[in-house]
Structures are given as structure tokens and as C-alpha cells.
């Protein structure tokens, strides 16, 4: 009784954040402006998704607000600034707590914009998602991390011209690997015809990578 309770609030939560729009954001931090509860959509995420929600808890992005590292800067610079990539889901005028602080940046963050379930391009041989899914190519470039991986310091105002405080997005298109998406390195697929792109979301701490 209970799993087919939890089956028909996914199905309908689903059906909510289908949208009708030909246009969607892409990710960023907060405000995010939703009609929802974040922790109740990224629940029904998980439902489904098991696997890879083992592997985005394991990741960084799940650990952004609750790192150690970023914790101690975060004592000593307090700033909405900071807590508003690092904890997305919360008011970043105020210090994240609970779900929205243990869960960092969540499946919601990145996948649910302006109320509509958003991914890459369809693969070969993906299959059927069962609920209404906004396909949208920027998801396969670096468009889709650049909100949150390259910005100017906060303090723009002060300077006679903006100065970047993180440049990821710079830097890759001046690599030799510009001409290949940041997922094909961070997120690379599993494996097989029924894998999908990791969600452990791989960088210069794992030796893996």
C-alpha cells in the first residue's frame, strides 16, 4: 500500500513539473523560485533514480554547503554570495540548515528548472522516460556548469573592472580539450547500453580522474 502511494506521488509530481514551455534556464544558485518543496521533488528523484543517487551522494556536489574546507571559509567570510552556489536550495541570506545543507546541490538544482524536468540530449538507446522530460543541448556543454563555475568577485562595484574569482569555464575554452564537454571528463558514462552518466561528478581530488 505504502509503495504504491509513494509510485502515485511520483507519477503526479512528474505530471506537475512537465511544463509547457519551449524555453528553461539552466542551472544556478539560489533563488531558485520554486512552487514546490525542493526536498519533497529531489524524494521523488530518488525513487526512481537509486543508482545514481548512490553516486551523487558520494560526490562533492552533494557535500558542497557541509565540506570542511568550505565550512572554515565560510566562518570567516559569512557571505550570501558564497552560500548561494554552495547550498542552492536554501536562503542565502540565511545559514543552510538541514536538508537543504546535508544535500548541497541536489538533483533538483540541475534537473528541475522553472518547473520542468530538464536533461541532455536523448542517447542512443536510452529508452523511454516515464514522465514528460525538457530535452535541451546545453546540458552537453559547458553552458550547463557555467552559472555556478566561473564568476566575478562579489565586490565588482569596488573595481574599475570586474576581475574573475573563478574561471573554469575560461580556462577549459583555452585548453586542449575545449572541443569536449566538461561531463565527457566528469561525468563519464557507466558503461553498457543500460549505463548513464556518473554522478560522483569526478574532479582534481580523485585520483580517477
Not at 542551472?27 to 548512490?54: D, L, Y
Not at 514528460?132 to 546540458?139: E, H, Q
Amino acid at each position: 500500500m505504502r509503495g504504491a502511494q509513494t509510485a502515485r506521488q511520483v507519477f503526479l509530481y512528474c505530471c506537475l513539473v512537465a511544463g509547457t514551455s519551449n524555453a528553461a534556464p539552466l542551472p544556478g544558485p539560489a533563488p531558485q523560485h520554486r512552487s514546490q518543496s525542493a526536498m519533497a521533488m529531489n524524494r521523488a528523484c530518488e525513487t526512481c533514480h537509486q543508482e545514481i543517487t548512490r553516486e551523487w551522494r558520494e560526490s562533492f556536489h552533494a557535500r558542497s554547503y557541509v565540506d570542511p574546507a568550505f565550512q572554515r571559509a565560510l566562518r570567516k567570510e559569512p557571505r550570501p554570495f558564497c552560500r548561494a552556489c554552495h547550498a542552492p536550495e536554501a536562503d542565502p541570506l540565511l545559514p543552510a540548515v538541514g536538508w537543504a545543507a546535508e544535500s548541497g546541490v541536489a538533483c533538483v538544482t540541475c534537473h528541475v528548472l522553472d518547473d520542468q524536468v530538464v536533461s541532455g540530449p536523448t542517447r542512443k538507446n536510452a529508452g523511454t522516460a516515464p514522465h514528460l522530460v525538457k530535452r535541451d543541448s546545453r546540458f552537453a556543454s559547458e553552458e550547463a556548469c557555467a552559472r555556478c563555475h566561473e564568476f566575478s568577485f562579489p565586490d565588482g562595484h569596488a573595481r574599475t573592472r570586474p576581475e574573475l574569482m573563478q574561471s573554469t569555464v575560461t580556462e577549459h575554452q583555452r585548453s586542449q580539450a575545449a572541443e569536449r564537454g566538461c561531463a565527457s571528463c566528469h561525468m563519464p558514462h557507466t558503461g553498457g547500453n543500460g549505463g548513464h552518466l556518473s554522478h560522483r561528478f569526478l574532479g582534481g581530488h580523485d585520483p580517477d580522474l
